[in-house]
């Protein structure tokens, strides 16, 4: 086998501006800085629940790869799709890349997230390593009955970038969500949260995808419309890194009232221009925002979510207590590894979990 090659499975088009999406983009750009030999392999088809052309996709692109070959798989094009994965795993080093387990997405009932963990389960215990994006992230995989020892955890990167502003003088604080629209990252509990806060001054811009869950989409601008909040809070859908940098840098304040997140990227995003955050306990997401850098209540709970925004946005010592978690959110900023170390990190689990990279 060449020395330092690696084939990358991800469904449909790496460039999208996902968290996982960005997590595979970037760790890619790093390994090849690094002199890795990357082929990335889009699989095409109806992901996580996979249809007819996913399954063939997926088959036909392992087939492909030439044998002894080391294959990392992003656990949504695999986690419902043990059998390729156990019919390559003789000829082929299958690594799996989970950013959180497809059981853990929002809104299954119940016969759903049975059968995601059923398949995953058989999936990850086919591959012969599991790489994660947290510590979190690690100990639900061994739930699923992966082995401690082949799981590694290669926290996403951030970039160094110079702290938020915050809007003009004279106006409002700005609140940003950075998140696709889908029922996991909570923005139906952030509106209702909102609308007990029209008696202060605050805008909102949610930026991210509009096109996961059409129909939750229409149910969040309802409710927006509802609560008469349509000049205050804006869906601006999915924004290109130089417009969303801008919004990081005008924004008083993060918000993001994910139901679970397997990491976060976006919170650290945050974190990395000296936001202070206001999020949930959702998944890792206590781990990776520092308690005195941000305000976590319950997922779902949009009163305790209007209670946290009041208290941060209310005169007198709203501003205060925003300058407290921004000042600790720079201090973090300073931890947190870059996207060149997440490749070396990533690089080093590889080459852990097959010996022949």
């Known amino acids: 086998m060449t020395r330092r090659e690696l084939h990358v499975v991800v469904p449909g088009p790496i460039e999208q501006r996902t968290g996982g999406y960005i997590y595979d983009a970037r760790i890619v750009s790093g390994l090849r800085e ?6 990335v392999h889009s699989v095409h088809g109806a992901f996580p629940d996979p249809d007819r052309r996913a399954r063939s996709s997926l088959v036909s692109t392992l087939a492909k790869i030439p044998t002894g070959r080391c294959v990392v798989i992003d656990g949504l094009a695999m986690g419902a799709l043990p059998e390729p994965v156990r019919a390559e795993a003789e000829r082929l080093r299958v690594l799996a890349l989970v950013h959180h387990p497809l059981a853990d997405e929002t809104g299954l009932d119940a ?6 963990k059923r398949l995953e389960r058989a999936a990850l215990t086919a591959c012969a390593g599991v790489l994660v994006t947290s510590a979190f992230t690690a100990g639900r995989v061994q739930a699923y009955g992966v082995q401690a020892e082949r799981v590694r955890v290669v926290c996403p990167g951030t970039d160094r970038c110079s702290p938020a502003v915050g809007p003009q003088r004279d106006e409002p604080p700005a609140l940003l969500c950075v998140g696709s629209v889908t029922p996991r990252k909570g923005h139906d509990v952030l509106v209702r949260a909102l609308a007990r806060l029209r008696d202060l001054a605050w805008s909102c811009v949610c930026a991210g995808s509009l096109a996961s869950a059409p129909g939750h989409v229409e149910s969040v601008h309802d409710l927006i419309r509802e609560a008469r909040l349509d000049d205050r809070v804006s869906l601006i859908g999915e924004c290109a890194s130089g417009r969303l940098d801008a919004l990081y840098r005008q924004a008083s304040l993060f918000v993001l009232p994910s139901h679970y997140e397997g990491y976060g990227m976006a919170l650290s ?8 955050v206001v999020s949930t306990t959702g998944g890792a997401i206590p781990h990776t925002v520092p308690s005195d850098a941000g305000v976590l209540v319950s997922p779902g709970d949009d009163a305790a979510l209007t209670g946290a925004l009041r208290d941060l946005l209310a005169e007198p010592g709203g501003t205060e207590r925003r300058a407290a978690l921004a000042a600790a959110a720079r201090r973090h900023a300073e931890t947190l590894p870059t996207w060149d170390q997440a490749a070396v990190g990533f690089a080093a689990a590889v080459r852990a979990l097959d010996g022949n990279v």
Not at 34 to 39: E, H, I, K, N, Y
Not at 270 to 275: I, V
């Open 111 to 116: 016969e759903a997230r049975d059968r995601f």
């Open 269 to 276: 995003d945050a974190l990395a221009r000296g936001l202070g």
């Open 34 to 39: 690094l002199q890795w030999s990357v082929a």
